[in-house]
C-alpha cells in the first residue's frame, strides 16, 4: 500500500515561506506525476503546481512566481517552496502521485498565513 506523507504545514506571517515536503512509502513502481493541491474552508479543490517525473513543471496563475515545486526521484519526493505567502494561501495542502494509473493521495497539511 503506498502511503503519501507530508510534512512542513505551520503558521507563518504574511510575507513569509514554507516548505512542504511529500514522501511516498512503499512505492515500487515508477511515480510519475506528482502535484500539490490546496484545498480551503468552502472552497473546491485546486491544483496548485504539478511536476513530471522528467521535471515538466505547471502551476496555478494564483502561485506563478511565489511557489516552486521540484522532486528527488531517488528519494520519491516532492517538495514545494512557498515564497512570498499571502492569507488567501491558507488552505490544507494535499500531494498526490500518479502510480501505474493509479492516484495516490496524501492525509494534508494545514498552512495558515496570517495577515
Known amino acids: 500500500q503506498v502511503q503519501l506523507v507530508e510534512s512542513g504545514g505551520g503558521l507563518v506571517q504574511a510575507g513569509g515561506s514554507l516548505r512542504l515536503s511529500c514522501a511516498a512509502a512503499n512505492s515500487y513502481f515508477t511515480i510519475n506525476n506528482m502535484c500539490w493541491y490546496r484545498q480551503a474552508p468552502g472552497k473546491q479543490r485546486e491544483l496548485v503546481a504539478l511536476?513530471?517525473?522528467?521535471?515538466?513543471?505547471r502551476y496555478a496563475d494564483s502561485v506563478k512566481g511565489r511557489f516552486t515545486i521540484s522532486r528527488d526521484n531517488s528519494k520519491n519526493t516532492v517538495y514545494l517552496q512557498m515564497n512570498s505567502l499571502e492569507p488567501e494561501d491558507t488552505a490544507v495542502y494535499l500531494c498526490?502521485?500518479?502510480?501505474?494509473?493509479?492516484?495516490?493521495w496524501g492525509q494534508g497539511t494545514q498552512v495558515t498565513v496570517s495577515s
Open positions: 511536476i513530471s517525473r522528467g521535471g515538466a513543471t
Open positions: 498526490s502521485a500518479s502510480i501505474e494509473g493509479s492516484v495516490h
